[in-house]
C-alpha cells in the first residue's frame, strides 16, 4: 500500500534506515527539525509522519500538540519512533495524540506494519468522510422539500451523526495504538524469555508499562461505551404507561428517589414548590427521564467543586390547558450567549473534564417529541440558571 510518508529525525543515519525501508512502496519525505516539519506539512500534507522526540528546537511532543490544535491537520497519524523506552514516555506519547510508539532500535518488520496499518485506517476514516458528504448531498437535496421544522431535524441529525463519529474515532485510536503496543511488549518479552535473557529490570519495565496502556485504554474503551450509551438513550423510545397524575406529589416522590441521589450526595439542597391540584395526563416516566437529566446537569455543572448549591422544582398552571415546569439553580449561570446552544448534541464547556455534551440533547428530544412541549434556559435572577419547560397537561400519546 503506497503512501506519502513524513519521515522527522535530527539523526541522519535513522532517516536513512527508515528511508531505506520505506521508499521501495511509499513516497517518502524528510525534515530534520520539528521547525522544517511543521513548513513540509503546512505546504503539502502527508498521510503519516513518524516522528522523533528528542530534537533540537522544538521536540517531537510539541510538533505533535501542534498537528492536533490544528483542524487542518488534527487526523494525521503520528507514530513516534524514540530512543526514549519508558513508561512515562510512552504514556505521554499516546497522550499527546499520537496513534502509536516505537522504540529505538526498532524492528523493520513491525515499522513497515505499524505504517501499513494507520495508513489503512486513516483511508477507511477519509472513506467514511467521502460517504457523509454524499450522504449530506443526498440529504440537502431532500431537505429542500421538506418543512423549515423538517429541515431543522435534518440538520441536527447529520450534526449528530457527524459528533458521534468524531467523539468515538478518538478515543478508539487511542485504544488500538495502546492494544498494538501492549501486544508489541508482550512479543519482545516472550523473545527475552525463549533467549534466556530476561533480567528483573525488563520484567519491572514491561510490568510498569503494560499497567500504563492497560489504564489508557481501559479508560478509552470506557469513554466510548459512554458513548455508545448516550448516544442510544438519545433515541430511546422510553414507552411507559399511560395515565394521569398529580404533578405535586408525583414531583415530591421523584425528589426524595434515587435519581435524584446524583444532587443530594453532592450536598446540594433540593427543594419542590407545586401547588394542590395540578393534575397531567401521560407518561410520567418520560418527564422523570427530563428531570434526571435537568438536575444532573445543575449539580455537575453549575457549582464549583466543592461547593453545595440549592436546585429548585418549581411547577404552575400555565392557561387551561398547560403547565410551566422550572428548574433553577443558583449555580455559576449560564453566559446568554450560550444559552441556545446548550441543546445541540456534543456541545459542552467541559470537554477537558470529559464532559461528552449528549445529556440536554436528550431532555430537548424528549420535551419537544414526547412530550409535546418546549425548553428554554435563561439567567435566573439574582444568579444561576433556570430552565423552563413549557407543556400540556394532556401530553400527546406516543405514534
Known amino acids: 500500500m503506497s503512501g506519502h510518508i513524513l519521515i522527522v529525525d535530527d539523526d541522519t543515519a535513522t532517516i536513512r534506515a527508515l528511508g531505506a525501508l520505506l521508499e521501495d512502496a511509499h513516497e517518502v519525505r524528510f525534515a530534520t527539525s520539528g521547525a522544517r516539519a511543521l513548513e513540509l506539512i503546512a505546504a503539502d500534507p502527508p498521510e503519516l509522519v513518524l516522528l522523533d522526540v528528542v530534537m533540537p528546537g522544538i521536540d517531537g511532543y510539541a510538533v505533535c500538540r501542534h498537528l492536533k490544535a490544528d483542524p487542518a491537520t488534527a487526523d494525521l497519524p503520528v507514530i513516534f519512533i524514540t530512543a526514549l523506552a ?5 504514556a505521554r506519547g499516546l497522550e499527546t495524540g499520537a496513534v502509536d510508539y516505537v522504540t529505538k532500535p526498532f524492528s523493520p518488520a513491525i515499522v513497515r506494519a505499524r505504517v501499513a496499518t ?3 485506517l486513516r483511508r477507511a476514516g477519509a472513506a467514511l468522510r467521502d460517504q457523509n458528504r454524499h450522504l449530506e448531498t443526498l440529504v440537502e437535496e431532500r431537505t429542500r422539500k421538506l418543512a423549515a421544522a423538517e429541515r431543522e431535524k435534518m440538520a441536527a441529525l447529520r450534526r449528530l451523526v457527524a459528533g458521534v463519529a468524531h467523539e468515538i474515532n478518538t478515543p478508539l485510536g487511542v485504544a488500538l495504538g495502546c492494544a498494538s503496543h501492549l501486544g508489541d511488549r ?3 518479552l516472550a523473545r527475552q524469555a525463549a533467549g534466556n535473557g530476561l533480567r528483573r529490570a525488563d520484567l519491572d519495565r514491561f510490568v510498569e508499562s503494560a499497567g500504563e496502556l492497560a489504564g489508557l485504554l481501559s479508560a478509552n ?3 466510548t461505551g459512554d458513548l455508545v450509551r448516550l448516544f442510544m438513550e438519545l433515541g430511546a423510545d422510553r414507552r411507559g404507561r399511560r395515565r394521569a397524575f398529580a404533578l405535586a406529589p408525583f414531583l415530591e416522590e421523584w425528589a426524595a428517589g434515587p435519581e435524584a441521589a446524583v444532587a443530594t450526595a453532592a450536598g446540594h439542597r433540593l427543594a419542590v414548590s407545586c401547588p394542590g391540584g395540578l393534575t397531567a ?3 410520567p416516566a418520560v418527564l422523570a427521564a427530563v428531570l434526571e437529566r435537568l ?8 457549582f464549583p467543586a466543592g461547593t453545595a448549591g440549592r436546585i429548585t422544582l418549581s411547577a404552575a398552571p400555565d392557561g387551561p390547558d398547560g403547565m410551566v415546569l422550572r428548574v433553577t439553580d443558583d449555580g455559576a449561570g449560564i453566559p446568554p450567549d450560550l444559552t441556545e446552544r446548550v441543546w445541540e448534541p456534543f456541545f459542552t464547556t467541559r470537554r477537558a473534564a470529559g464532559s461528552i455534551g449528549l445529556g440536554l440533547a436528550i431532555v430537548h428530544n424528549l420535551v419537544t417529541d414526547r412530550l409535546g412541549g418546549t425548553v428554554a434556559a435563561e439567567p435566573a435572577p439574582g444568579g444561576g440558571t ?3 419547560l413549557r407543556l400540556p397537561l394532556c401530553q ?3 405514534p
Do not use: C, K, W
Request: net charge negative; hydrophobic share 40%.
Open 86 to 90: 519508558s513508561p512515562e514516555e510512552e
Open 118 to 120: 494507520h495508513l489503512t
Open 186 to 188: 508482550v512479543a519482545a
Open 221 to 223: 474503551l470506557v469513554r
Open 281 to 283: 395526563e401521560g407518561e
Open 295 to 302: 438536575v444532573r446537569n445543575a449539580a455537575e455543572h453549575a
Open 386 to 388: 433556570v430552565v423552563t
Open 396 to 398: 400527546p400519546a406516543p
